[in-house]
């Protein structure tokens, strides 16, 4: 229940500022920050980056021009939540200071936080239009992640695999959008076995569309079927928005 996390974060952060009074502390800009990841959770994006602006400035009094892992993280909100807003040009501009910011305080060595952030900027970059530079991004996160966790199959592998399947169906490449995306369907196929999920069946309704765009109808037909018949499974047969989409997925095809 957001509402009521946000009562207790309320009560937190105004506890918090009786104990500490008006110096900057820590523990207070991680209150402001829960309080943001609460409000956008909500889905009060404006009061959301209210918070994480507050926190951002408190960080900056207690760190300083040091690089540190929270005002990173501040700005990744910040970006998060002006990319929520539709502003993407804000949120490209936060994105890259906490990408830099992440660069100097983990330098070369392979990071979790730079390949998320790479990640964000290669699905911004492609919502605000130029594609090409999202791929760089997305091949970027894409060998940064595989560099993490090696030859394992790993979630985050199998999203960026989709996220640049995604954005050479944006490029109008479907030979290479499906290429990427029969690699994350394979994955995740390795990840959840033979159970229902929702990422191998919207893997593969992103293969029916990509198949359909390249002029494969009888193909597209199949992996629209299958991504209906996992996501009936998954849902038990109730309404879904997923199943609508499938449905409309598959009358257009035929």
């Known amino acids: 229940d957001t509402n009521n996390a946000i009562a207790y974060l309320e009560q937190s952060l105004a506890m918090m500022k009786l104990i500490y009074g008006d110096k900057p502390h820590p523990c207070i800009a991680t209150s ?22 507050q926190n951002f400035a408190m960080s900056k009094l207690i760190y300083g021009d040091k690089p540190h892992p929270d005002i990173a993280t501040t700005l990744n909100n910040l970006g998060n939540a002006h990319n929520a807003l539709g502003d993407i040009t804000k949120a490209i501009a936060y994105y890259e200071q906490s990408l830099a910011m992440r660069k100097l305080i983990y330098g070369d060595k392979p990071h979790l936080e730079i390949a998320h952030s790479l990640n964000n900027l290669g699905g911004t970059y492609k919502i605000f239009g130029d594609v ?34 995604s954005a050479y169906e944006a490029l109008g490449d479907a030979n290479s959008a499906i290429v990427y995306y029969e690699q994350s369907l394979a994955m995740r196929r390795l990840i959840y076995g033979d159970k229902p999920h929702p990422d191998i069946a919207t893997t593969l309704n992103n293969l029916g569309v990509a198949y359909d765009t390249f002029g494969d109808a009888n ?8 991504s209906l018949a996992m996501r009936k499974v998954r849902y038990n047969n109730k309404s879904r928005p997923g199943v609508a989409i499938s449905l409309n997925n598959l009358g257009c095809a035929y």
């Open 32 to 53: 402001l920050n829960n309080l943001g990841n609460a409000y956008k959770a909500l889905g009060d994006i404006t009061k959301a980056i209210t918070y994480y602006e």
């Open 132 to 165: 090409t530079k999202g791929i760089a991004y997305h091949k970027e996160s894409l060998e940064m992640f595989k560099l993490i966790y090696g030859d394992k199959p790993h979630p985050a592998i199998a999203v960026s695999l989709g996220n640049l399947g």
């Open 219 to 226: 193909k597209a037909i199949t992996y629209y079927e299958q």
